[in-house]
Each structure stands twice: as structure tokens, then as C-alpha cells.
């Protein structure tokens, strides 16, 4: 069983930077990919960026691209969002998910976290 856990969240001024961790746990994670989410208030939830465990690709909603960087420890089976340039429409509930494959959609995914809160304030 998979599991992921979130950490990093809070609040931050316009043009701050916020690092989320999600570690991993349950199950090696060579044949997986780590992804990022996030729901605004009334919002569905959104892909935001994703990791390869065991290659260097990456890939970023068009809305974080370069702002926010994803990356990963595999001694420390964790993934990292470092997020810059935070706007007030980043704010929302991010999420750590983890499937198989690369997809867009929250339904490509199995495991989830239970989400950490960034709040970001004008």
C-alpha cells in the first residue's frame, strides 16, 4: 500500500516562494510517477507539475511553468514543489498523487495525500 504524506504548506505575500515535501512510503517506486495537484475553493482539482521516479523528466502546467520546479530525493523517497513567484491564485489545497503513468487528470491517479493548504495573500 502507498502512501504519501505532505508537508510545507502555509501562507506567503504575492511574489513569495513556498516548498512542499510529499514523502513516499509502502513500496519501492522505480515504475512510478509522482505528480502534483492542487483545488482552489469551488475549483475542480488541477494537474500542476509531475516527476519521473527514475528519469529526469519532468512536466508543468502551463500556469506554474517557470515558477515552480519539481524534484525529487530517491534516497529520501520524497518529492519536492518549490514554488516562486507564488501569485494569489496559486492558493488552494496541494496534493502529492502517485500512478504508473503521466497524466492530467486526478483520475489517472491511485494513491493520494491528504493534501497540505497554501494560502497566498496580496
Known amino acids: 500500500q502507498v502512501q504519501l504524506v505532505e508537508s510545507g504548506g502555509g501562507s506567503a505575500q504575492a511574489g513569495g516562494s513556498l516548498r512542499l515535501s510529499c514523502a513516499a512510503s509502502g513500496r519501492t517506486f522505480s515504475n512510478y510517477v509522482l505528480a502534483w495537484f492542487r483545488q482552489a475553493p469551488g475549483k475542480e482539482r488541477e494537474f500542476v507539475a509531475a516527476?519521473?521516479?527514475?528519469?529526469?523528466?519532468?512536466y508543468y502546467a502551463d500556469s506554474v511553468k517557470g515558477r515552480f520546479a519539481i524534484s525529487r530525493d530517491n534516497t529520501k523517497n520524497t518529492v519536492y514543489l518549490q514554488m516562486n513567484s507564488l501569485k494569489p491564485e496559486d492558493t488552494g489545497v496541494y496534493y502529492c498523487?502517485?500512478?504508473?503513468?503521466?497524466?492530467?487528470?486526478?483520475?489517472?491517479?491511485?494513491?493520494w495525500g491528504q493534501g497540505t493548504q497554501v494560502t497566498v495573500s496580496s
Open positions: 498523487a502517485a500512478d504508473h503513468r503521466i497524466g492530467l487528470v486526478p483520475t489517472m491517479y491511485d494513491y
Open positions: 516527476i519521473k521516479w527514475t528519469t529526469p523528466f519532468t
